[in-house]
């Protein structure tokens, strides 16, 4: 992220900064527009009044790359589609996270087994913070994944550092 990242050992004050700091990312995620297949009219249901995201700081999805953080890929990548979803993961700025929606970017889904030219999981194309599986998932479960992508946000280290028993310092990084 920057120079300060992760740079401090933990003590009080770079514990306090760095719960304001993931208070402040968490209740402000920018999600990006951007809709592949049958999941996105559900994930567009996430971002109408009867859900309601905007109460969790992420409900105006951007129109570009560059001023979102979140990037969820709802319905199915194909082989030319993943060349289009990595440069847009690329363009997106530090913290970027990735939430997968529905069974075919999860894995595979249906085409699975004769889908010569479906990914069989965007997480072979970038990483992914969360998955949440369905065909199409409900837009609850959508709801439930930004909530799972919002405590992870909030535990992200930015200034201090662990100590291991060894006596090694690194950054604690923890899977949802």
Known sequence: MGILNNAFPS?????AVDGAIGWGRKSSIWPMTFGIACCAIEMMAVYAATFDLDRYGAGVPRATPRQSDLIIVPGTVNAK????VKRLYDQ???PRYVIAMGACVCGGGPYVKWGYNTVKGVHKIIPV???VPGCPPRPEALMDGILKLREKVSKDDVFRRRQHANGEMTAK???V
Do not use: K
């Not at 003590?11 to 514990?15: I, P």
């Open 11 to 15: 003590n009080a004050v770079t514990d």
């Open 81 to 84: 589609m993943a060349v289009r």
């Open 92 to 94: 997106m700025a530090e």
């Open 129 to 131: 913070d969360i998955f």
């Open 173 to 175: 990084y923890e899977a």
